[in-house]
């Protein structure tokens, strides 16, 4: 088991931001591919942004220039900064890691076999 604790889920005016975290336990976060996953109410859990073991990032294209996606190794954190937050973006955020499904995949769900218990976003137009 690859414990993940999110935190940071809140409701946010449109045009606000919100921080989420991820405490990882017992490993370091630079050995896995991590990433950041969000489901909404009747739709699929869609890749939102993610790390390779090595740092490379990507971004699914409705948040680019919006997110960013960071990693605190020496904590051993995974942080997502959501900056001018839209109703769309109302959906719970889950954090995940795993062996990953290839660097041009990083945002590909059957790369990664642990899952955080997710977080609410919520926001408000």
């Known amino acids: 088991q690859v414990p993940l604790v999110e935190s940071g889920g809140d409701s946010v005016q449109s045009g606000g931001s919100l921080r989420l975290a991820c405490t990882v336990s017992g490993y370091s976060v630079s050995n896995y591919f991590m990433a950041w996953f969000r489901e909404a109410p009747g739709k699929d859990r869609g890749g939102v942004a993610g790390f390779t073991s090595h740092g490379t990032r990507n971004y699914a294209a409705s948040v680019k220039g919006r997110f960013t996606i960071s990693r605190d190794i020496a904590k051993n954190i995974l942080s997502l900064q959501m900056n001018s937050l839209k109703p769309e973006d109302t959906a719970m955020y889950y954090c995940?890691?795993?062996?990953?499904?290839?660097?041009?995949?990083?945002?590909?769900?059957?790369?990664?076999?642990?899952w955080g218990q997710g977080t609410q976003v919520t926001v408000i137009s």
């Open positions: 995940a890691a795993g062996p990953g499904a290839g660097a041009g995949l990083i945002l590909n769900s059957q790369g990664y076999n642990y």
